[in-house]
Antibody, heavy 126, light 112 residues
Framework: QITLKESGPTLVKPTQTLTLTCTFS??????????VGWIRQPPGKALEWLAL???????KYSPSLSDRLTITKDTSKNQVVLTMTNMDPADTGTYYC??????????????????WGQGTTVTVSS | DIVVTQTPPSLSVTPGQPASISCKSS???????????LSWFLQRPGQSPHLLIY???NRFSGVPDRFSGSGSGTDFTLKISRVEADDVGIYYC?????????FGGGTKVEIK
């Protein structure tokens, strides 16, 4: 069974740095083609893709947020960490991690954003 | 970025009746590997999104066969053959041909 779970602070102050951890099980981030991504959702709004990290440590970011995001992985701990600097109230929302698969890379039973975590809610307020 | 547009923004459906959601992308989602990378997700109230359909028309594990996806190139449709109470929520389409992944604005489905 594949599971992912996000953890981190529920409240951060403006200008602070947010650090979120995604802890997963049931798959390995050492497997070729596998990735873990982050997606967020402001209250009452649509989903917004943020970043992903591939099995080979290649990292991709949303162009609009690339200067504020850093994604890293600890394969031995089955964890992916996302940091977002200079937090603003507009960054308030629910942050999800999900398993992803590199486009064009066939892995039986694995697809883009096929399993999501439960999400963690982050409020940015002074 | 590939822009993905969904219509309608909301839908009210009588149980047992069909429902249809449209999704259009700003460029073809046909990849050089021959697959078309368009997915559908359902986010039930208070829950995280979950995958319904991948690569236009393939139902993900455990998804009832009343859900079907169709389309090609830039135009796609999700159909629910007979809506049930459990189908309430917000449906999102997403392209995964290119990074960044991009989502439609969502379609909220309610029961009449």
């Amino acid at each position: 069974q594949i599971t992912l779970k996000e953890s981190g602070p529920t409240l951060v102050k403006p200008t602070q740095t947010l650090t979120l951890t995604c802890t997963f099980s049931g798959f390995s981030l050492s497997t070729g083609g596998i990735a873990v991504g982050w997606i967020r959702q402001p209250p009452g709004k649509a989903l917004e893709w943020l970043a992903l990290i591939y099995w080979d440590d290649d990292k991709k970011y949303s162009p609009s947020l690339s200067d504020r995001l850093t994604i890293t992985k600890d394969t031995s701990k089955n964890q992916v960490v996302l940091t977002m600097t200079n937090m603003d109230p507009a960054d308030t929302g629910t942050y999800y991690c999900a398993r992803d698969t590199m486009t064009g890379y066939y892995i039986f039973g694995s697809h883009s954003l096929d399993v999501w975590g439960q999400g963690t809610t982050v409020t940015v307020s002074s | 970025d590939i822009v993905v547009t969904q219509t309608p923004p909301s839908l009210s459906v009588t149980p047992g009746q069909p429902a249809s959601i449209s999704c259009k992308s700003s460029q073809t989602l046909l990849h050089s590997d021959g697959k078309t990378y368009l997915s559908w997700f359902l986010q039930r109230p208070g829950q995280s999104p979950h995958l319904l359909i991948y690569e236009v028309s393939n139902r993900f594990s455990g998804v009832p066969d009343r859900f079907s996806g169709s389309g090609s190139g830039t135009d796609f449709t999700l159909k629910i053959s007979r809506v049930e109470a459990d189908d309430v929520g917000i449906y999102y389409c997403m392209q995964s041909k290119r990074l960044p992944r991009t989502f439609g604005g969502g379609t909220k489905v309610e029961i009449k």
